[in-house]
């Protein structure tokens, strides 16, 4: 009887032992995959944020090139309507200088048939006087040389008639000369105003069909900052906290004027490195891949400024390869953080610096950039991809390192509001 009992005691534990390595072993694997899942879950977030980021700045950079497009097709636009309003005043000017010129000529035909008729009435005259000399003779009583006088009168009154006629005549040519010019430049006007109604029309529709475009691109633009906006929204269930609008612009401003960096483009660094200091990190020193000189100065600054260096977030290795452990606000590597403590420090008063603190990241971020020529608008490009990869020796230089420093560029063309 004894026996039996003790095999049921036996059984029992046995049981119960099982049961408990079981639960605590599930247990266990169940928080890794759980620490997997999230962390698999914010690299693949990160790297959607990455790829649509990149697509907007894109889409921007289409866009902003269609209306460039667009605001030289309406100078085109301008110009042309400029030239037909020109064409159309000739047009009616040419029409109003060949009715002046009808209205000239038909005056010189009225006087040409007026002088004409005078001019036939006086040679009836003359010819009369010719024909009937002796009558001629007894109208001036005998006097041969009276009578010889009048008759050269008449003949000098012809001439002159005549050539009055004349000169009617050739200025009357003289018009017409004139007016066929006139129509003729009239003609010329008037193709040419056809020529710049058919080129406008073309404008148009290429004006119609840019804005189309544009439209395009807003939208997507619209769709992708939305999508964007919900997975940045999903990755802050991993990471920390928002900061007041206010408190970023004025830090930005704060370290703009200690250092001489554009507060632009400040803004865009800070957006594109934390998404305005929100994301400062999803992972620990001790789920991803750090240098342990990072490691250790690390632990230090952690130390120094009372955190918990085991609990305290750091950015994660990229999937594509390199290390974690950027810290804060701003992003700086440990190792790194420690040649900018002093800089900081003068700048902001707080001894030590914090790399969490708004103030003392963002400074840190524009005394980096700063050291890299980014107090110079020209420099800038140049100094995001040192602050990103450290300088030309990194084997991205040209690929991520390029991609990110245009998107900052990019984006620090949308922060005139703030400022």
């Known amino acids: 009887m004894k026996i039996r009992n003790k095999n049921r005691k036996q059984i029992f534990l046995g049981v119960i032992t099982l049961a408990v390595f079981v639960v605590v072993s599930f247990s266990f694997f169940g928080s890794n995959v759980r620490n997997v ?44 309507q400029a030239q037909i ?7 009616k000017e040419s029409k109003e200088n060949i009715s002046r010129m009808e209205e000239e000529i038909n005056s010189m035909s009225d006087k ?25 003779l007894a109208l001036f009583k005998g006097d041969f040389s009276r009578a ?6 008449y003949l000098t009154v012809e001439e002159k008639m005549i050539q009055i006629v004349l000169e009617i005549k050739s200025t009357q040519e003289k018009i017409k000369t004139e007016q066929e010019k006139v129509a003729e430049a009239k003609e010329n006007h008037e193709e040419l105003l056809e020529n710049k109604v058919v080129q406008q029309h073309a404008l148009l529709v290429d004006k119609a069909d840019t804005q189309g475009d544009i439209q395009v ?15 940045k929204s ?41 998404d305005l200091g929100r ?23 952690c130390e120094e400024l009372d955190y918990n260096y085991k609990k305290q977030k750091i950015s994660c290795a990229a999937s594509w390869g390199g290390y974690g452990g950027a810290m804060g606000v701003a992003q700086f590597m440990p190792t790194t953080w420690i040649g900018y403590k002093s800089a900081i420090s003068r700048y902001t008063g707080h001894n030590p610096p914090d790399p ?64």
Not at 217 to 231: A, D, F, P, Y
């Open 37 to 80: 899942y999230a962390e698999d879950s914010e690299d693949k977030l990160k790297d959607s944020i990455d790829s649509i980021e990149k697509k907007l700045a894109k889409e921007q950079a289409a866009k902003a090139t269609l209306e460039a497009e667009l605001a030289n097709i309406q100078n085109s636009v301008y110009s042309t």
């Open 112 to 136: 040409i048939d007026l002088q004409k008729e005078f001019l036939r009435d006086f040679l009836q005259e003359v010819y009369y006087n010719k024909k009937q000399p002796v009558a001629s």
């Open 356 to 419: 969490w603190n708004l103030t003392d990241g963002v400074v840190g971020m524009a005394e980096k950039l700063n050291r890299a020529g980014a107090n110079n608008k020209k420099n800038e490009h140049y100094a995001a991809k040192v602050y990103y990869c450290g300088g030309p020796g990194s084997a991205y230089w040209k690929t991520k390192c390029e991609d990110y420093a245009d998107t900052v560029i990019s984006w620090s063309n949308g922060y005139d509001e703030y400022f």
């Open 217 to 231: 691109k807003e939208s997507s633009i619209r769709s992708l900052s939305q999508r964007l906006s919900t997975l």
């Open 85 to 91: 309003d020109r064409a159309r005043k000739l047009i």
């Open 148 to 153: 010889l006088g009048a008759f050269d009168r």
């Open 234 to 274: 999903q990755l802050s269930g991993f990471l920390g906290e928002s900061f007041n609008a206010s408190d970023i612009v004025d830090a930005i401003k704060f370290a703009s004027k200690k250092t001489g960096v554009r507060k632009e483009f400040l803004m865009a660094m800070l957006d594109k490195e934390t």
């Open 279 to 301: 994301f400062t990190g999803g992972c620990t020193y001790q789920n991803t891949r750090v240098k342990i000189a990072d490691k250790t100065e690390f632990k230090n600054i």
